[in-house]
Each structure stands twice: as structure tokens, then as C-alpha cells.
């Protein structure tokens, strides 16, 4: 018998046990929410409503994303024993945390020049973005 929080590891796993490599078509938002939300139907609290729209938004269509995503996030939180369900809530740290080192790795997999990595910094570290906001961080 799985423990609750094996239950909940076990949700937002999103490789079948079988080896078989299976392609996934892009998904529609509605659809990546559905699917969201059946896999957290045992514990609907680990990931609350506005957690899974930005789970949703960062998916873009990719339902392993989406999916890998609450499970890494939920990897980084350590939850320690004895384990309550409430230390699996996933927040919007957790999801920013998780994010963050994404977009690093993606951003270092490109092989950018200094400015156009300088660039992207800028853009990744705030919400709201203009041209003049990056010229005046690069100058």
C-alpha cells in the first residue's frame, strides 16, 4: 500500500511504466487543465486552482511539461517525515523555483552571445518589459 505522499509523487508522473517512447500532440489549455485535474483528484489541495492555471500557462500546450513541472516542483519542496498531505501543497515558489531553473538550462542549451544572454536575463527577471527598460539595464 502506497504511503499519501507516494500517492502524490505518483500523480504527476507522467512516463509510463512501459518503455515504449509515445509522441504527444499539443494539447489546448482546457485540456492540460483537465488533465490536471484528474491526476490531483485523491488530493485536489496539492495543487490549488491558480497554481494549476500557471502550470497551465507554462505548459504551453505540452502536457509532459506541465506534468514535470508539479512533479519537480514537488521534488524540491524535501518534504520531510513524518509526511502530511500539507506539506505537498505546491505555491507559486515552488513553481517560480522550478521555472527559474528551466529557463536557465534552456537559455545555456542555446549557445547565446554575452549580450543576447544579458538580454534574456533582463527579460526573465521582470514581469513587466519594454525596450527602453532593457537598454537602460545594458547601458
Do not use: W
Request: glycine residues 2%; charged residues 30%.
Amino acid at each position: 500500500m502506497l504511503t499519501e505522499i507516494q500517492e502524490i509523487m505518483k500523480m504527476f508522473n507522467d512516463r509510463p511504466l512501459i518503455k515504449d517512447i509515445v509522441p504527444l500532440h499539443p494539447m489546448s489549455d482546457e485540456d492540460i487543465y483537465q488533465l490536471l485535474k484528474r491526476r490531483t483528484s485523491k488530493f485536489p489541495q496539492v495543487l490549488p486552482e491558480e497554481i494549476r492555471e500557471v502550470v497551465v500557462d507554462f505548459a504551453e500546450g505540452n502536457p509532459r511539461e506541465a506534468l514535470l513541472l508539479c512533479q519537480n516542483s514537488l521534488l524540491g519542496k524535501r518534504i520531510e517525515p513524518p509526511f502530511k498531505i500539507e506539506d505537498a501543497v505546491l505555491s507559486l515558489d515552488d513553481l517560480k523555483t522550478e521555472m527559474e531553473k528551466f529557463v536557465k538550462t534552456f537559455v545555456n542549451n542555446l549557445k547565446l552571445s554575452v549580450r543576447e544572454t544579458e538580454v534574456l536575463t533582463v527579460i526573465f527577471q521582470n514581469n513587466t518589459i519594454t525596450t527602453d527598460l532593457v537598454l537602460s539595464y545594458l547601458e
